[in-house]
């Protein structure tokens, strides 16, 4: 399997080449990783709308400089067959091009600088996994802090679970989202350009939504496919996260495709149920994880990495495909947080201001851009905090 710019026209047929384009391009060896064999609306139905503006989605050229750098890499191997997308963050030393990230008629960017060299030293490594039919650049404010406060963040796209790129039949592949991540330390880790820069022995995950089941998963739990499929059973018609699966609809390069009804009986149980468990992450934060209430207890109780939890929304507003409070009372030693006065959508960026009406005028339902009793911005400032913080406490030195 070659590598190549997601516009076409350059490839690596060298598996251990980097090269240095508009994107850069890491080929590695999947076999170096950790093994892959030991390895709901909210959580699972992907935003529409989200779907469809990623097309037309810019990246904004800026004169305010900012001290973070960032890179777009494509990470692709022989040995795995999932080409990878991603935005890598990190302390830089303030050249590059200043450039808002993933501006567009909903969302505002986030400043960060395109090429920039990164600064001397050892950071630890965070990952970010992007919720359902959403995409790395969806995180960048929070990347952009995180790289702010020291670390290096890389955030992959899912492919079969992100924007443009999602499907009903895709989206239960939980495990193959937790080998992305797995596959990108590998990567970073035994590259020249990244591996100097990056403590192997401090790395951890960020997850939202279907993302936090990611990151979960990667600290060792595995989530009950019975316990799925019944959730679903009984749910309410109006439940999205299972909707998804009986919508018949679906998105492939960015346009809205037909397919056929999704069964979660026709999921592979096996490969549902596995430990993808990762032994190089030391912590993980999971923002209204998917499935949190779905994970089995056995799984739970065996975790034994620091984890925080956070959901969105005060007390008994919290949807249950995304409530996780009792999970984070069963993992041994968790941290819980709750984000008073705001919702699911919350995490998503800040909104422009004419985007509720834009929204509005592609008949979107979803409050994508609706404001909760505090602005956006002050809930992502919250966020950051106890995001920053949980990092700072569980990856110091020495720790």
Same mark, same amino acid.
């Given at each position: 399997?070659?590598?190549?710019?997601?516009?076409?026209?350059?490839?690596?047929?060298?598996?251990?080449?980097?090269?240095?384009?508009?994107?850069?391009?890491?080929?590695?060896?999947?076999?170096?990783?950790?093994?892959f064999?030991?390895?709901?609306? +909210?959580?699972?139905?992907?935003?529409?709308?989200?779907?469809?503006?990623?097309?037309?989605?810019?990246?904004?050229?800026?004169?305010?400089?900012?001290?973070?750098?960032?890179?777009?890499?494509?990470?692709?191997?022989?040995?795995?067959?999932?080409?990878?997308?991603?935005t890598?963050?990190?302390?830089?030393?303030?050249?590059?091009?200043?450039?808002?990230?993933?501006?567009?008629?909903?969302?505002q960017?986030?400043?960060?600088?395109a090429?920039?060299?990164?600064?001397?030293?050892?950071?630890?490594?965070?990952l970010? %996994?992007?919720?359902?039919?959403s995409?790395?650049?969806?995180?960048?404010?929070?990347?952009?802090?995180?790289?702010?406060?020291?670390?290096?963040?890389?955030?992959?796209?899912h492919?079969?679970?992100?924007?443009?790129? %999602?499907?009903?039949?895709?989206?239960?592949?939980?495990?193959?989202?937790?080998?992305?991540?797995?596959?990108?330390?590998?990567?970073?880790?035994?590259?020249?350009?990244?591996?100097?820069?990056?403590?192997?022995?401090?790395?951890?995950?960020?997850?939202?939504?279907?993302?936090?089941?990611?990151?979960?998963?990667?600290?060792?739990?595995?989530?009950?496919?019975?316990?799925?499929?019944?959730?679903?059973?009984?749910s309410?018609?109006?439940?999205?996260?299972?909707s998804?699966f009986?919508?018949?609809?679906?998105?492939?390069?960015?346009?809205?495709?037909?397919v056929?009804?999704?069964?979660?009986?026709?999921?592979?149980?096996?490969? +549902?149920?596995?430990?993808?468990e990762?032994?190089?992450?030391?912590?993980?934060?999971?923002?209204?994880?998917?499935?949190?209430?779905?994970?089995?207890?056995?799984?739970?109780?065996?975790?034994?990495?620091?984890?925080?939890?956070?959901?969105?929304?005060?007390?008994?507003?919290?949807?249950?495909?995304?409530?996780?409070?009792?999970?984070?009372?069963?993992?041994?030693?968790?941290?819980?947080?709750?984000?008073?006065?705001?919702?699911?959508?919350? +995490?998503?960026?800040?909104?422009?201001?004419?985007?509720?009406?834009?929204?509005?005028?592609?008949?979107?339902?979803?409050?994508?851009?609706?404001?909760?009793?505090?602005?956006?911005a002050?809930?992502?400032?919250?966020l950051s905090?106890?995001?920053i913080?949980?990092?700072e406490?569980?990856?110091?030195?020495?720790?």
């Amino acid at each position: 399997m070659g590598c190549a710019d997601r516009r076409g026209g350059i490839f690596l047929d060298n598996k251990t080449t980097l090269i240095m384009f508009e994107v850069e391009c890491l080929a590695i060896q999947a076999s170096s990783s950790a093994s892959f064999s030991n390895r709901m609306r +909210f959580s699972m139905k992907p935003i529409t709308l989200l779907l469809a503006l990623s097309l037309v989605a810019v990246t904004t050229t800026l004169h305010a400089a900012e001290p973070v750098g960032m890179r777009k890499i494509s990470v692709v191997t022989q040995d795995y067959p999932r080409p990878l997308a991603v935005t890598v963050w990190y302390p830089s030393k303030g050249d590059g091009q200043p450039t808002a990230l993933a501006a567009d008629k909903i969302f505002q960017g986030t400043t960060s600088n395109a090429g920039a060299t990164i600064r001397d030293g050892r950071f630890p490594l965070i990952l970010m %996994s992007h919720g359902s039919g959403s995409r790395a650049e969806g995180m960048s404010w929070i990347g952009v802090e995180l790289a702010k406060a020291g670390y290096i963040v890389a955030a992959p796209n899912h492919p079969g679970t992100t924007s443009g790129d %999602s499907t009903p039949a895709a989206t239960p592949k939980i495990w193959e989202r937790a080998q992305d991540m797995s596959v990108i330390i590998t990567a970073l880790s035994n590259n020249k350009s990244w591996q100097s820069s990056i403590d192997q022995k401090r790395i951890g995950i960020l997850g939202f939504s279907l993302g936090g089941s990611t990151a979960l998963e990667l600290a060792g739990t595995r989530p009950d496919l019975d316990g799925f499929i019944r959730y679903c059973d009984e749910s309410q018609p109006g439940a999205l996260d299972c909707s998804w699966f009986r919508g018949g609809r679906g998105y492939a390069d960015g346009a809205f495709v037909k397919v056929e009804p999704f069964n979660l009986r026709e999921v592979d149980r096996r490969l +549902f149920e596995q430990s993808n468990e990762d032994p190089r992450i030391k912590t993980v934060i999971a923002v209204d994880p998917g499935l949190g209430t779905l994970m089995k207890p056995e799984s739970i109780k065996a975790v034994d990495v620091p984890v925080t939890i956070i959901n969105l929304g005060s007390e008994g507003t919290v949807p249950l495909a995304v409530e996780a409070e009792q999970l984070a009372k069963d993992l041994p030693g968790a941290t819980f947080h709750r984000v008073d006065d705001s919702d699911h959508y919350s +995490f998503l960026p800040v909104c422009q201001p004419d985007a509720p009406a834009f929204l509005k005028s592609f008949g979107e339902t979803d409050p994508i851009c609706e404001e909760t009793a505090r602005p956006r911005a002050d809930i992502h400032e919250e966020l950051s905090r106890l995001i920053i913080d949980a990092f700072e406490r569980d990856l110091k030195p020495g720790n």
